[in-house]
């Protein structure tokens, strides 16, 4: 019999790369460290053609909370970034459970991270209405892509949208090792294929829902406590469990900045997220391929845009729907 979820030591896997992926890795490790009451092994991975440009106050500190560092070698089509989540994913561990974290989000309060593993499913919570596929006809090309039918189930949102299930890859939480592996390999294949619209910069959202169906898996939706954006009040620290905050500035406003603050103190060498941002800023390397440094707009998401739009061109997909 397989041991309960509880008692699994679980893979807590997360992207960290020079520049803008760096300060928000150490804030998250600060925080599971702190706050996850599971037996969790940290992973941390990088591209290989990136990862020795990491600040070795980096590796230092991963070092010192044994963080296991990696390199991955993403083979999509166009620059991608967003998708090296994907590649950290199906890298191989020890682990049977594995939960993806984005790197720019931190734990607020205790909590055990195995009450959100489920065997035979992928957990996460549901993708808000912005997300690509508002209606189940928009997803058929995305299944096409890897020759399956579009499955039954249904999704209801909240803006009164209904449409195929599907949920966040900002907290992703599944047991076994392959579901990694189908993940990836669904995402390239959906991206040579290019019959979905609008691909990028959302390939790993829409490979998602497609993959878990492919593994012969279900999709756990989960409280958004797990994974919450947006605005937050002072009660956060015991009505939230992860939050994502995105932005830099959006960490500094927050009404629970001061947790974030106490975490550095007690778990880094920085005592507030002022300090660790004004460090980083000053001394880490910066390549424009890394989302949110500087040139990232023109390196990463001009390309992604051109051949979004190129390809809705040649096949029709660009034209308004009847």
Known sequence: MPPHPAQTPIAAVFMVEPGAYEWPAVLLVASLRAFANDDIRLYAYCRA??????????????RDNDVTLDEIDPAFEVIYPQGNKLYACAAPRAEQATILFDTDMFMLQPALLSQTLVPGAVSGRPTGNWMWGNTPQDWVPAYESVGLPLPR????RPDQSFTMPSISAGYVAYMGHRFGEVWRDTALAIERRRLARGIYPTLDQISLPVAVERAGMRLNMIDVKW?????????AIRQIIFYHYQKADTLLKLPVKWLADRLLHEFTRWDT?????????????????????????????????????????????????P
């Open 49 to 62: 053609s990136l990862i020795d440009q990491l600040h070795p106050a980096t590796l230092a500190f991963f």
């Open 153 to 156: 189930n249904r999704m209801s």
């Open 227 to 235: 994974n919450k954006a947006g605005r937050i009040g002072d009660q």
């Open 273 to 321: 997220v002022e300090a660790l941002l004004d460090f980083y800023d000053r001394e880490a390397a910066r390549p424009d391929t890394v989302v949110k440094n500087a040139g990232w707009r023109e390196a990463v998401q001009a390309g992604q845009r051109e051949v979004d739009i190129s390809h809705a061109e040649a096949t029709g997909l660009g034209r308004p729907k």
